[in-house]
């Protein structure tokens, strides 16, 4: 598409808008950027405009002025431009299709391979194993919730911290690693909610569970198929199986032009479901076929491509690896179809221990801290948490369980509904000597052995005064880690 001398409206400045403004005007755009949530400081707004020759609104702009909106999919339709564009027909197009574009048009990208990474779970964990597997090859620059990071050999280097996965932060984290000095062989984007239709290859961990955006008008899993429709052609993609089914659903199919590698994990129909979520009066339904498979055996894993096995890795201690399922079988996949070879996936298995904040084991003043705290951070999380503390407990003889449970932003990807958590420690709040809540929105949460921490630092100090030696610490809070 060109973008030159195109009336092009940006919704939201907040998740992302200010750079996707940015870089449309440098490509010849003339932009209007509306602040729809009025959050945006004065100051910003007037740089946007003498900087950049950018128009910026906190209020509605009419439509027909425009070519045509940049809307994010989480923006709620009944918003007045959105509402008049749908009556107008004006075209619309997502943060992540108008950002696809503005790659496509950045000549520092040619000869680069990009990967892009999306799903209700096992993002960061999928693009930090594959980031690791790559580099022992490649260089990698990988960009998750954690920051953006420079991979050789196995190791990682910090390019920068912060840098939120909006699609809107891509072009971005592109611009910061050229002005480091540094020229990947594959960029690897961690995306939330979609894909840009610019990746190379796409991997879409999983769908479930599925939740309401766009003040609950669409579910989130929906967005994320944008992954598969927008693919371009020659692409490849790295599908959950039940990825198939939910377009089968929809009436559509994987288009012939893009090459479609599937993958599942044999005791549930879709990835990163463990069975210990599964009720106990019910029973899974019937897997869907898929192409590579992970199979745990004890502390080892086997991979299955097409029923043949490719390899069995033996895993670290220390960590709860059955959280890392999806990311396993889906990195792999990913990996050996970018000409990894087997041996260095393998090692690379076998050399992880876990993310941090992400069911990894340590100790705080000498007490066993299973730290789960991190930006993906739900509250079935919370849950395996306990799981994983409670085996734990009973393996090793331990005595009592405390959690430091809630969120340090209700906007890191939209919160721990305090509803949630409610339910939570109503069902579980016996198994806990004390709740440490942490977040403003968790104040009005009742219980009996709950008290409140400002922060989670501050919830962590407490429980490990309250703690002894022989205690579990869990530590589950939404967070920017």
């Given at each position: 598409?060109?973008?030159?001398?195109?009336?092009?409206?940006?919704?939201?400045?907040?998740?992302?808008?200010?750079?996707?403004?940015?870089?449309?005007?440098?490509?010849?755009?003339?932009?209007?950027?509306?602040?729809?949530?009025?959050?945006?400081?004065?100051?910003?707004?007037?740089?946007?405009?003498?900087?950049?020759?950018?128009?910026?609104?906190?209020?509605?702009?009419?439509?027909?002025?425009?070519?045509?909106?940049?809307?994010?999919?989480?923006?709620?339709?009944?918003?007045?431009?959105?509402?008049?564009?749908?009556?107008?027909?004006?075209?619309?197009?997502?943060?992540?299709?108008?950002?696809?574009?503005?790659?496509?048009?950045?000549?520092?990208?040619?000869?680069?391979?990009?990967?892009?990474?999306?799903?209700?779970?096992?993002?960061?964990?999928?693009?930090?194993?594959?980031?690791?597997?790559?580099?022992?090859?490649?260089?990698?620059?990988?960009?998750?919730?954690?920051?953006?990071?420079?991979?050789?050999?196995?190791?990682?280097?910090?390019?920068?911290?912060?840098?939120?996965?909006?699609?809107?932060?891509?072009?971005?984290?592109?611009?910061?690693?050229?002005?480091?000095?540094?020229?990947?062989?594959?960029?690897?984007?961690?995306?939330?909610?979609?894909?840009?239709?610019?990746?190379?290859?796409?991997?879409?961990?999983?769908?479930?569970?599925?939740?309401?955006?766009?003040?609950?008008?669409?579910?989130?899993?929906?967005?994320?198929?944008?992954?598969?429709?927008?693919?371009?052609?020659?692409?490849?993609?790295?599908?959950?199986?039940?990825?198939?089914?939910?377009?089968?659903?929809?009436?559509?199919?994987?288009?012939?032009?893009?090459?479609?590698?599937?993958?599942?994990?044999?005791?549930?129909?879709?990835?990163?479901?463990?069975?210990?979520?599964?009720?106990?009066?019910?029973?899974?339904?019937?897997?869907?076929?898929?192409?590579?498979?992970?199979?745990?055996?004890?502390?080892?894993?086997?991979?299955?491509?097409?029923?043949?096995?490719?390899?069995?890795?033996?895993?670290?201690?220390?960590?709860?690896?059955?959280?890392?399922?999806?990311?396993?079988?889906?990195?792999?996949?990913?990996?050996?179809?970018?000409?990894?070879?087997?041996?260095?996936?393998?090692?690379?298995?076998?050399?992880?221990?876990?993310?941090?904040?992400?069911?990894?084991?340590?100790?705080?003043?000498?007490?066993?801290?299973?730290?789960?705290?991190?930006?993906?951070?739900?509250?079935?999380?919370?849950?395996?948490?306990?799981?994983?503390?409670?085996?734990?407990?009973?393996?090793?003889?331990?005595?009592?369980?405390?959690?430091v449970l809630g969120e340090e932003a209700a906007q890191v990807c939209e919160g721990l509904p305090p509803e949630t958590v409610q339910g939570f420690v109503e069902k579980y709040g016996k198994k806990f000597e004390r709740i440490l809540l942490v977040g403003e929105r968790m104040r009005g949460i009742k219980a009996g052995n709950a008290t409140y921490a400002a922060s989670l630092p501050e919830g962590l100090s407490e429980a490990s005064k309250l703690a002894g030696k022989a205690d579990i610490i869990i530590s589950s809070v939404k967070c920017f880690r």
């Open positions: 598409m060109d973008l030159d001398r195109k009336k092009i409206a940006v919704l939201d400045l907040t998740h992302g808008g200010i750079p996707i403004s940015i870089k449309l005007a440098g490509l010849g755009a003339e932009v209007s950027a509306v602040d729809v949530y009025n959050t945006v400081d004065p100051g910003i707004l007037s740089e946007l405009e003498t900087r950049y020759g950018i128009r910026t609104s906190k209020e509605p702009l009419p439509v027909g002025a425009f070519d045509l909106l940049a809307v994010p999919v989480h923006l709620d339709p009944a918003y007045p431009m959105l509402a008049e564009a749908r009556k107008t027909l004006k075209p619309v197009f997502s943060h992540h299709r108008i950002v696809g574009i503005i790659l496509e048009k950045d000549p520092r990208l040619s000869g680069i391979r990009t990967v892009e990474i999306t799903g209700v779970k096992a993002k960061t964990s999928t693009a930090s194993l594959l980031a690791d597997m790559l580099s022992r090859k490649f260089r990698v620059v990988l960009h998750t919730s954690r920051g953006l990071e420079v991979w050789k050999d196995g190791v990682s280097l910090e390019i920068l911290k912060g840098l939120s996965i909006t699609p809107g932060s891509i072009p971005s984290a592109v611009d910061y690693t050229f002005e480091a000095g540094i020229r990947p062989d594959f960029f690897i984007f961690e995306i939330s909610i979609g894909g840009t239709g610019n990746a190379d290859l796409g991997i879409l961990t999983t769908l479930s569970p599925d939740y309401g955006i766009a003040n609950n008008s669409s579910l989130a899993g929906e967005a994320k198929l944008q992954l598969v429709r927008t693919a371009k052609s020659g692409s490849t993609l790295v599908l959950n199986a039940a990825v198939e089914s939910a377009l089968g659903n929809a009436g559509e199919k994987i288009p012939e032009e893009v090459k479609k590698i599937t993958f599942r994990d044999p005791f549930l129909p879709e990835s990163g479901e463990s069975a210990d979520s599964v009720p106990a009066d019910s029973s899974p339904a019937a897997p869907f076929p898929a192409d590579f498979v992970l199979e745990p055996e004890e502390s080892n894993i086997r991979c299955l491509c097409q029923g043949r096995e490719l390899f069995n890795a033996r895993l670290q201690r220390g960590y709860n690896s059955s959280a890392y399922r999806t990311a396993f079988v889906a990195a792999s996949a990913a990996a050996l179809e970018l000409g990894v070879e087997n041996r260095t996936v393998v090692e690379t298995l076998e050399g992880f221990g876990g993310l941090a904040g992400r069911m990894q084991e340590k100790e705080l003043e000498g007490i066993a801290l299973i730290d789960n705290s991190n930006s993906g951070m739900d509250i079935r999380s919370a849950e395996k948490a306990l799981e994983y503390a409670l085996l734990k407990k009973k393996d090793e003889r331990k005595g009592k369980i405390f959690i």
